[in-house]
């Protein structure tokens, strides 16, 4: 079955709380991520919650890569779509896990935009 593209979905347990409302970290960690991943950044945007919390958004050419933290619980959602078949969606919890301390990561993929078959036209 054919899709139009992936989605890995992160669920990020036991993260350093700082690190999850420094939004100068998780904006560069987020573009350097991409492009590990050999994802074409196009624009990035984040924003801080008050009295914390970050949301961010790397707009890359082959869809997005996002985040939302929780400080106060250690916890981060982070998702990666891509219409791209060869970034290797595993290595962003290898990636994540490394960089902001989580002791333990919920990792699935999804396909996107599974399209039927094709349709036989049949021969008259």
């Not at 998780?26 to 801080?48: G, N, P, R, Y």
Request: proline share 5%; net charge negative.
């Amino acid at each position: 079955m054919q899709s139009l593209g992936r989605h890995a979905l992160l669920d990020l347990h036991g993260c350093d709380p700082e690190l999850l409302k420094d939004t100068r970290f998780l904006q560069d960690l987020f573009k350097q991520t991409a492009v590990d991943l050999s994802c074409t950044v196009i624009e990035e945007v984040f924003h801080t919650f008050s009295p914390y919390g970050v949301s961010g958004v790397v707009v890359i050419a082959e869809s997005h890569l996002a985040i939302h933290t929780w400080p106060e619980h250690g916890y981060a959602a982070v998702d990666l779509f891509t219409c791209n078949e060869t970034t290797e969606l595993a290595r962003l919890a290898e990636i994540l896990k490394q960089r902001m301390g989580a002791s333990e990561i919920r990792y699935r993929e999804e396909a996107r935009g599974v399209l039927p078959p094709p349709r036989q036209i049949a021969a008259v």
